[in-house]
């Protein structure tokens, strides 16, 4: 029978070597991403972030790019472990303005999501 | 650890039934969110509150409600079950700053609801 459900793109690496992952938004008012990491049973886990005045963040071991031009963004994963293995999702925010009491409208719109297994 | 609990952590209930979920978001945070995760629909965002009033609306069913209480917990109500509500539904929270502050949103561990 046709299976159904997402099909995730993978990246399969070796212990050590680099990672990136991409990801494509679609929103071109977005102006804050974020970098998720979900493991099997468990909630999104914040990895790092970065608004749209910024081009380049880096983080412990991770780094995102942000090219607005092409609405592209990547999270380089540096010396990867197993204990990356994971779902990694991108997710974009849109301004939404800011309402009397000062917060921003929170809407996360998320990508499909990339399934990164590191090999020992 | 996040700092958001969530309660329970399976359900495992019958179609037309109704089911309270229900969210403590970290400590100092203001703003609540709820999302529902399946197999073919991947992350979305069904609703946002803030001090205890709504804020934005996603792709949120008739059937769903949300409230959030003067202590700030949150519970996710859903009735009139059906099969395809079978999905993790993850609460996050997140600080409510003055200005233009971009919010960072940290999820709780997930309830799985399984509808048979």
């Known amino acids: 029978g046709e299976s159904v459900g997402l099909h995730l793109p993978t990246l399969s690496v070796q212990e050590g070597d680099n990672s990136i992952i991409n990801c494509a938004y679609s929103n071109s008012a977005s102006d804050y991403f974020i970098w998720y990491k979900q493991e099997s049973g468990k909630g999104p886990q914040f990895i790092i972030d970065?608004?749209?005045?910024?081009d380049k963040r880096q983080g412990q071991r991770v780094t995102v790019l942000l090219n607005k031009t092409v609405k592209h963004l990547s999270l380089q994963i540096a010396a990867t472990q197993p204990g990356d293995s994971a779902v990694y999702f991108c997710a974009e925010k849109a301004g939404g303005g800011f309402n009397a009491g000062g917060t921003s409208y929170g809407k996360l719109t998320f990508g499909q999501g990339t399934i990164l297994t590191v090999h020992p | 650890d996040s700092g958001v609990t969530q309660t329970p952590k399976h359900l495992i209930t019958a179609t037309g039934q109704r089911v309270t979920l229900r969210c403590s978001p970290r400590s100092g945070d203001l703003s609540v969110y709820w999302y529902q995760q399946s197999l073919d629909q991947g992350l979305q965002f069904l609703i946002q509150?803030?001090?205890?009033?709504?804020?934005a609306k996603g792709n949120i069913l008739e059937r769903f409600s949300a409230q959030q209480f003067p202590d700030l917990h949150s519970e996710l109500n859903l009735s009139s079950l059906e099969l395809g509500d079978s999905a993790l539904y993850f609460c996050a929270s997140s600080v409510a700053l003055s200005g233009r502050y971009q919010e960072t949103q940290y999820f709780g561990p997930g309830t799985r609801l399984l509808v048979l």
């Open positions: 509150y803030y001090n205890g009033e709504e804020r």
């Open positions: 970065i608004r749209s005045n910024m």
